[in-house]
């Protein structure tokens, strides 16, 4: 069973750029959360997305978005980036919002903004 | 609001020592725990989680965490480390509902041979 994949695992942009990243859950899982991670404020969560709706949102600008497919793929989105947006982010799916599903995590993509 | 922490940021052990990763959370209901660890380069593995039942929680890798709610707190351990333990560990907490998790700042653990 193929993991979940993150696409692309590099990115360099510049600031005032916008961005998007993909994730494939695991086949079957409706949820998928991201996290953000950087080694100044660790890991956080941004949003979490199941059936194609927001159902959680972590404290982050307006700037983060996200959106969710009916193959339960996802992306997220940084418009005009900045500086402070360089960090690996992370997706993890699962089956439900259950917390008793465990969460499986991709490998991540890193975002360098120069 | 719930928050984790890790009071050690590295700990260096020698290989086929103990290694115990202390987790304290604050929650104000039923928390849901986890240890995840993460290698270099890669995401985050579940190694274990506790929802209720049992204090002392069985995981993979040869891990296991004990519950103590008095204490807020959440240990990892393992009786004896291996090279390939070498990792950063991360403690989070959850709610019954949703998927999102508080993590700890992780602790980076460094294996001596």
């Known amino acids: 069973k193929a993991g979940v994949t993150q696409t692309p695992r590099y990115l360099i942009k510049t600031r005032g750029q916008q961005v998007t990243l993909s994730c494939s859950p695991i086949?079957?899982?409706?949820?998928v959360s991201w996290y953000q991670q950087t080694p100044g404020q660790g890991l956080q969560f941004l949003f979490e997305?199941?059936?194609?709706?927001?159902?959680n949102k972590g404290n982050f600008p307006g700037r983060f978005s996200g959106r969710q497919f009916s193959n339960s793929r996802s992306e997220m989105n940084v418009s005009t980036l900045e500086l402070g947006d360089s960090a690996l982010y992370l997706c993890?799916?699962?089956?439900?919002?259950?917390?008793?599903?465990?969460?499986?995590f991709g490998d991540g993509t890193r975002l360098s903004i120069l | 609001a719930q928050s984790v922490t890790q009071p050690d940021i590295h700990i260096t052990v020698s290989e086929g020592a103990s290694l115990e990763l202390r987790c304290n959370y604050s929650y104000g209901a039923t928390p849901y725990l986890f240890w995840y660890v993460q290698s270099p380069g890669q995401g985050l593995q579940l190694l274990l989680k506790y929802f209720s039942g049992d204090t002392l929680v069985q995981g993979i890798k040869g891990f296991e965490a004990e519950f103590k709610r008095s204490q807020s707190s959440f240990n990892l351990r393992k009786p004896s480390v291996h090279w390939s333990d070498a990792a950063e560990y991360f403690c989070?907490?959850?709610?019954?509902?949703?998927?999102?998790?508080?993590f700890g700042g992780g602790t980076r653990v460094l294996v001596k041979p």
């Open positions: 997305y199941f059936s194609e709706t927001q159902r």
């Open positions: 989070a907490v959850g709610k019954a509902a949703g998927n999102k998790l508080t």
């Open positions: 086949s079957g899982h409706r949820s």
């Open positions: 993890a799916s699962s089956l439900t919002t259950d917390s008793n599903q465990p969460q499986h």
